[in-house]
């Protein structure tokens, strides 16, 4: 490690610890920026962060342990940056000031457990744990949820992904052993027991991230845009995905692209199956609830063509297994982790299985983990 980096380490004067979890999502994906509904929960990985005050009046030290790299900046001259982690702090910073004249200057040390890419947005929490801390260690005030949307703002504002609201909210609202079901519309969610017995939630990470991925999810939103604006020509209440039925979508099928049409099909079939979906787990029919992510993962790869190969070949792999009740890929896609639920006894076995396939077809190391529904941000206690 660089001198200087272990002597700021070494004379950190911890103040505040915050954990800020990944999340995981069963089933609404691509939903959240249409007006639509979700599924998500955080994870029991997470960001750690640790925060000084430094008695400065706008000098901050931000530390990646992670990356072994340090972000130094001052308050009063923000601006985006070419390194792509930079963005997400300065991001959140920017969108902070914007509300506040009270964050002083401040020392941070983030340490991660999240794999980047993966799908279980590392980026939302490296947001909202950064804007939780502050908010803390300044004693800001602000509730919650607009910690929430100041971290989706400058996701859309510096790192330039025009995301939805899914991530920071999971990542700051989630609750142990429960599932949120989002309306993103309204905002409003509700909390449902995550009963998943005898099944277990199963990661695997293809490893993969094509760099596709941040530009085609913006392509993947103006599409949706595309569509609403041919369909509120004629149906002016008509303001997303999330108010358009399918008879409605097909008295428009003539005017809309075969890809316009599909992507729209796509988004009103997914927000149909997260209701049904929540209505399932509610009462503990969880082959039909893995029946739906499923039929979500295929939604994804053929009408969305937000999958790859790889995630395809995983999802393919566990539909062959009857202890695999439910597989989709997770996230904005084109690499990253399918989410599976896989009954208890078989997974060891199941996991050297599904490796080596996945090697001898890739080349490529595939990971897993098993995760449970955990608790959002928090401060440690
Ligand atoms: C990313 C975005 C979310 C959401 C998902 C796809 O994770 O950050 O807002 O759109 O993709 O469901």
């Not at 040390?109 to 908010?135: D, T, V, W, Y």
């Not at 039925?245 to 199956?273: C, D, G, H, P």
Request: proline letters at 2%; one cysteine or more; aromatic letters at 10%.
């Amino acid at each position: 490690m660089n001198k200087n980096h272990k002597e700021f380490i070494e004379n950190f004067n911890e103040e505040l610890v915050i954990f800020s979890p990944g999340r995981i999502n069963f089933i609404g994906e691509h939903t959240d920026y249409n007006n639509g509904f979700v599924l998500p929960t955080a994870i029991d990985k997470k960001i750690v962060f640790s925060f000084e005050r430094n008695d400065t009046e706008d000098q901050c030290k931000v530390y990646s342990i992670s990356y072994g790299k340090m972000l130094d900046f001052s308050l009063f001259e923000i601006r985006q940056s070419t390194i792509e982690w930079e963005n997400y702090i300065l991001g959140v910073i920017n969108e902070l000031l914007q509300i506040t004249d009270s964050v002083k200057g401040f020392n941070c040390i983030i340490k991660s457990e999240l794999p980047i890419g993966a799908g279980i947005s590392s980026s939302a929490a490296l947001e909202c744990g950064l804007a939780f801390g502050l908010n803390e260690l300044f004693g800001l005030g602000l509730p919650k949820i607009a910690l929430i949307e100041l971290s989706q703002r400058a996701e859309h504002l510096y790192v330039g992904t025009k995301c939805g609201i899914m991530d920071q909210f999971a990542s700051v609202m989630s609750k142990d052993q429960k599932v949120i079901l989002l309306d993103c519309k309204s905002q409003t969610h509700r909390l449902i027991d995550a009963n998943f017995e005898p099944y277990k939630i199963l990661l695997l990470n293809t490893n993969v991230s094509h760099n596709l991925a941040s530009s085609e999810y913006n392509t993947r939103r103006e599409e949706c845009e595309e569509v609403i604006k041919i369909v509120s020509s004629k149906y002016n209440e008509i303001k997303s995905l999330r108010d358009i039925t399918k008879s409605v979508l097909n008295e428009f099928k003539n005017k809309l692209s075969t890809t316009l049409f599909n992507r729209a099909s796509y988004v009103i079939e997914e927000n149909n199956r997260v209701l049904q979906a929540s209505e399932l787990l509610e009462k503990g029919d969880l082959v039909r609830f893995g029946e739906l992510m499923y039929q979500s993962h295929r939604g994804l790869q053929n009408q969305y063509e937000v999958s790859c190969e790889e995630l395809d070949f995983l999802v393919d792999f566990s539909e062959n297994n009857d202890k695999i009740i439910g597989s989709r890929m997770m996230g904005g896609g084109f690499g990253g982790c399918t989410i599976n639920l896989i009954h208890k006894d078989d997974i060891n076995d199941y996991i050297v299985r599904v490796k080596k396939a996945y090697k001898d077809k890739f080349n490529i190391d595939l990971t897993s983990f098993t995760t449970v529904p955990s608790h959002g941000t928090s401060i440690q206690e």
